[in-house]
């Protein structure tokens, strides 16, 4: 079973940044796509972003577009997402979530679907107030 462990919420004013990190113990050793989601109480879980290890993909949600820049740390087994310009709509738990590619190839257009993802973290808040 495959622990994934997310860092780095917490509370920011409007306009500021946090950066998120989820550790993938075995990242260098598989393809995966690491995707992030978010879920508001009452909502369902909504991608944010995802990266392809295979080949360096990296997909946004119209949202975090221009806001938002997700990574890889190789040294530190880690798919990273920093966030800027956070608005208060921004606040809500923030989860990180993983599939591996056997052959590196996935369907790529499903990244925000939380069904294609088997491993997940166990949450993060952000919260962006004044």
């Known amino acids: 079973q495959l622990q994934l462990v997310e860092s780095g919420g917490g509370l920011v004013q409007p306009g500021g940044s946090l950066r998120l990190s989820c550790v993938v113990p075995?990242?260098?050793?598989?393809?995966?796509?690491i995707g992030w989601f978010r879920q508001a109480p009452g909502k369902e879980r909504e991608g944010v972003s995802c990266?392809?290890?295979?080949?360096?993909?990296?997909y946004y949600a119209d949202f975090a577009k221009g806001r938002f820049t997700i990574s890889r740390d190789i040294a530190r087994n880690t798919v990273e997402l920093q966030m800027d310009s956070l608005k208060s709509e921004d606040t809500t738990i923030y989860y990180c979530?993983?599939?591996?590619?056997?052959?590196?190839?996935?369907?790529?257009?499903?990244?925000?679907?939380?069904?294609?993802?088997?491993?997940w973290g166990q949450g993060t808040q952000v919260t962006v107030s004044a």
């Open positions: 979530a993983a599939v591996r590619l056997p052959t590196g190839v996935w369907p790529s257009r499903d990244w925000p679907l939380a069904t294609q993802y088997d491993y």
């Open positions: 075995d990242l260098n050793k598989h393809f995966y796509a």
């Open positions: 990266f392809s290890t295979s080949d360096g993909s990296r």
